[in-house]
């Protein structure tokens, strides 16, 4: 999973990158405006992983993970005639954006518009998306029409027409500034554009920057009734800090700050929440592990994301719910009680399901 983070010049990406990943790039209170990019693995922090290590005792832990860029230079103006060359190949090679918006007051920190404004600012960057997505559209649109005068013929010819008559729909909607998530575009009509990486198609995650003061009620600073989207708020600067803490000095700090969540944590879970994924879970006295899979993943899909050769082939997956899992403290117990299933190719997984594939190959 790949999350680009977006926002105006000194909105403080780079201080909910280091929040997110404990990482310590400089922050600064004047901006470049520059093009640069960090980039982060970070694992998605799981207590059920915990809890089932602590059973298992294996010689590796993994947990899922995630990776963020941080990705600066975007301002207004810079989408007029379509974003370009490393810029828009940051933005656009991520499965969702995570969009940093100021909405802490502090006259030591320049705004490049003069105010503290979180819709001003959201709208301005949506533009840019939209407009990037827009001209990209419309030069395609030219090529297809040559392309069809040309030589097209059959079933390429019938594939190139599609794709006109989708994106002359696409095209007067961009113009309104509707963002292609919006759109309610079908399944198929959406794979047809995924080539295209099309930013306002993806998953949109605004995080409001609130600096000190805690405003647990993101819908009290902006409304974004969009498809695909979520807004929630941080305390950047407070959260950098207990990142780049250790563990036990952090629950301290945490406990004295009145922090119950970290936002991290809630970052991650609107992430998977917005992209439509979650996890199974696999455990053995050799690794305990947590595996991303989109929500709707079959047991045979599961089997294929640890390795081609379980689904090809697959026999059974062995089901125990985690708790379940937990509450018996072994899979022979589970069994014992009637907790552990067999389950066939096409079972839905659940979240926290833990499974143990039988395959023969
Ligand atoms: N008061 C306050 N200042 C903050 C907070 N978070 C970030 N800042 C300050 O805002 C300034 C900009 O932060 P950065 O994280 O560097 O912002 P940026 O968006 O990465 O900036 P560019 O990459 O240069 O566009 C720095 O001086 C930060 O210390 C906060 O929660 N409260
Ligand atoms: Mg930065």
């Known amino acids: 999973m790949l999350i680009g983070i977006v926002g105006l010049p000194n909105s ?8 997110l990943t404990r990482g310590h790039v400089e922050t600064e209170a004047f901006s470049s405006g520059q093009f640069a990019v960090h980039q982060a693995v970070v694992e998605v922090p799981d207590p059920r992983i915990d809890a089932l290590a602590a059973i298992f005792k294996p010689k590796k832990v993994t947990y899922a993970r995630v990776e963020y860029k941080d990705i600066g230079g975007l301002d207004k103006g810079m989408s007029a005639g379509g974003l ?5 190949g940051a933005v656009s090679q991520n499965d969702a954006l995570l969009h940093v918006v100021r909405a802490f007051e502090d006259e030591n920190v320049p705004h490049p518009y003069d105010s503290v404004d979180p819709a001003r600012d ?24 040559d392309q069809l005068r040309k030589s097209a013929k059959g079933a390429e010819r019938d594939r190139w027409q599609a794709e006109q008559a989708l994106l002359e729909r696409v095209k007067p909607a961009l113009e309104d500034e509707v963002p292609i998530r919006d759109m309610g575009l079908a399944p198929d009509e959406r794979k047809l554009l995924r080539g295209y990486q099309f930013l306002t198609a993806k998953p949109m995650l605004i995080v409001l920057n609130t600096g000190d003061v805690d405003v647990p009620d993101a819908s009290a600073l902006l409304a974004y009734p969009h498809a695909e989207s979520a807004v929630t708020t941080i305390r950047g600067r407070l959260e950098m800090e207990l990142a780049q803490l250790d563990a036990a000095e952090r629950a301290e700090f945490m406990a004295e700050y009145g922090v119950t969540e970290l936002g991290m944590d809630r970052v991650i879970r609107l992430s998977y929440q917005l992209l439509g994924l979650h996890s199974f879970l696999t455990a053995g006295d050799t690794e305990v592990r947590a595996w991303t899979i989109p929500v709707g993943a079959t047991a045979l899909e599961a089997a294929g994301a640890i390795h081609s050769d379980l689904a090809r082939g697959f026999i059974r997956a062995e089901v125990t719910a985690y708790a379940d899992l937990v509450a018996c403290g072994s899979f022979a117990e589970a069994k014992k009680l009637g907790k552990l299933r067999l389950e066939g190719r096409d079972y839905v997984v659940q ?8 395959f023969n190959v």
């Open 12 to 19: 403080s990406k780079t201080t909910v990158f280091n929040a």
């Open 84 to 88: 370009s060359g490393e810029i828009l």
């Open 351 to 358: 979240d926290g399901d833990v499974i143990t594939v039988r």
């Open 122 to 145: 959201v709208a301005i960057l949506d533009a840019e998306l939209v407009l990037s997505d827009l001209v990209i559209v419309e030069r395609r649109l030219e090529r297809l029409v």
